[in-house]
């Protein structure tokens, strides 16, 4: 059981790609009449870096989804009027000098529809509007490429990770009596500069917040400052989930048992994450005999699991195995531990690399493993899950499409491929070092704070935080109970955010009670995620 500690994989820096696969032409959710959008989101395309503009405009579309609907173009493509339509705007300068429409420039001088603008051409707008300093309060300096390791929000200092070498862009001048800092970078000297700054209809960022995101990072900030855009009067509100990860017909029904019992008593409800087959073809945890058991060759499992069900707890589908056909996939084929529908190795430096889908990968193969699983559950005596969260959160962009239509409910975080937001060809290119920060991605991965409705048409359940591991494996670091407070505390900054993360039950209940009651304290209350 040791590989399955660390095997969190959860993609949250755009990683490197190399083959197009193009979504099946039935694989898409049909259009439906839409009511008329609430945020444009603006985007880059041009220069060798193009493609990262559709894959920043994805991530801030999933989270604008939380607010209402959205429209995404690239920018080139803006018309004059554009704006008034929308309650908001989101632009994001990826390529430096894009030529930018004097139509959008005018129109976000003219005042009215709020935007935020982050990155890169700002200095297209202070030059076009000829009293912008005036009006304003603030004039654009150069960009700063100095180490910051941190962004202070609303008195918290969120993590910049020090590998990121982008520069901020800095001021030459700011009035305080137009222009509010509405969080400041910290270099590693202790010394700052401003990170936001909002004065009338413009909020400017000074960097794309996006890449070497992780759970306490800066890109915290921007989730928040999203509400101040487009529901500036939402109530302070602070939610937990928890999850139990990993529950399969070889679980150990004495540990569901306790851990129930000890949520239950903290009127905790949860989340079981479920998997109806257990394989370890090669005999890799059974002395080289295989071994291949269901939920209803396991009744002792199932009884557990019904326990747990009468103590608050929800089923979710994990996949059918959690593991693909008899290989390494990319540790040993055995359940829990690999990938299910996609194709994974570690290599030569121990890093995880994705390789892309399997090779049945289609709208039939994901409904047929899931309906053998909907099987087994139903032939074991327990509820059929309608929520399902992808094995390590990684499926294909037609997985993702095939569970939208057939959950409607995601609980992960998942993959965006390029062309997804588009409609064009999908892009699943295989991953160098996976995460990280790399020179040629094709593909993000996103955490959520708040429910979102995501490009693929599903409700994603957020789970934000991660999870309690106490060993490091492929260049993941450990993550303890503290950490995952930490998380939590830094989570705060979010005005009606969540809390959510998940836990491993063969760990047993030590770790689990300092995470659950840390997070309690931070004044946080745990819900059920039928509830959300």
């Known amino acids: 059981m040791g590989l399955r500690l660390r095997l969190l994989l959860a993609v949250v820096a755009t990683v490197v790609v190399t083959a197009t696969l193009a979504a099946p032409a039935n694989a898409r959710p049909q259009s439906q009449a839409a009511p008329a959008p609430t945020t444009l989101i603006l985007y880059d395309t041009t220069g060798e870096f193009g493609y990262l503009g559709e894959l920043y405009a994805a991530q801030v579309a999933n989270l604008a989804s939380h607010f209402g609907t ?3 173009m690239p920018v080139t493509q803006y018309q004059a009027g554009q704006l008034g339509q929308y309650k ?28 935020i603008w982050a990155g ?13 300093t005036a009006r304003y309060g603030w004039k654009d300096g150069y960009l700063d490429f100095g180490q910051v390791t941190a962004v202070r929000y609303k008195g918290t200092d969120l993590a910049r990770n020090p590998l990121n070498n982008g520069g901020i862009l800095d001021y030459q001048s700011l009035d305080p009596a137009k222009a509010t800092v509405v969080a400041q970078a910290v270099r590693s000297d202790g010394t700052t500069l401003p990170w936001a700054v909002r004065s009338s209809n413009l909020t400017y960022i000074g960097e794309l917040p996006f890449a070497y995101a ?14 101040d855009l487009l529901a500036p009067t939402t109530p302070t509100r602070h939610r ?26 903290k009127g905790v409800p949860f989340s079981v994450a479920t998997y109806a087959r257990y394989r370890d073809p090669s005999g890799f945890y059974n002395g080289g005999v295989a071994e291949d058991v269901t939920f209803k060759q396991r009744p002792e499992v199932v009884a557990a699991l019904k326990y747990m069900i009468s103590k608050g707890g929800k089923l979710l589908m994990h996949g059918y195995t959690h593991q693909y056909d008899v290989k390494a996939n990319p540790y040993n084929g055995v359940s829990g531990d690999d990938f299910e529908f996609f194709l994974a ?20 193969w994901f409904n047929n493993r899931t309906d053998v699983a909907a099987r087994e559950y139903k ?17 294909s962009a037609t997985d993702y499409w095939a569970a939208a239509a057939k959950f409607g409910t995601g609980y992960d975080r998942p993959l965006y491929f390029a062309g997804v937001l588009t409609g064009g060809p999908v892009d699943s290119r295989k991953a160098r070092h996976f995460p990280g920060e790399v020179d040629d991605a094709r593909f993000a991965g996103q955490f959520f704070p708040y429910v979102v409705k995501d490009l693929y048409g599903r409700k994603v359940i957020p789970e934000n935080i991660g999870d309690f591991s106490p060993t490091e494996m492929n260049h993941h670091p450990a993550r303890l109970a503290a950490d995952l407070v930490a998380n939590a505390r830094a989570a705060l900054v979010v005005r009606d955010g969540f809390a959510s993360f998940f836990y491993h039950p063969y760990l047993g209940l030590e770790d689990l009670k300092p995470i659950v009651e840390g997070i309690q304290g931070l004044g946080y209350t745990f819900v059920s995620a039928d509830a959300v």
């Open 70 to 72: 959205w429209k995404a």
């Open 88 to 115: 908001g705007a989101v632009y994001l300068g990826s390529t430096y000098n894009e030529p930018i429409p004097p139509a959008l420039l005018d129109d976000i001088g003219s005042g009215g529809t709020p935007v």
């Open 120 to 132: 890169f051409n700002i200095w297209q707008l202070t030059a076009r509007i000829a009293d912008f």
């Open 214 to 227: 992780s759970e306490r990072d800066r890109i915290v900030a921007f989730q928040d400052m999203l509400f």
């Open 240 to 265: 937990a989930l928890v999850r139990l990860e990993d529950v399969g017909p070889d679980a150990d029904p004495a540990k569901l048992r306790a851990i129930a019992d000890y949520l239950s008593s």
């Open 345 to 364: 190795h570690v290599d030569s430096e121990d890093y995880v690399r994705l390789d892309g889908p399997v090779p049945e990968d289609s709208t039939q």
């Open 379 to 395: 032939a074991a005596g327990l509820p059929i899950p309608n929520v399902f969260e992808f094995p390590h959160y990684a499926g």
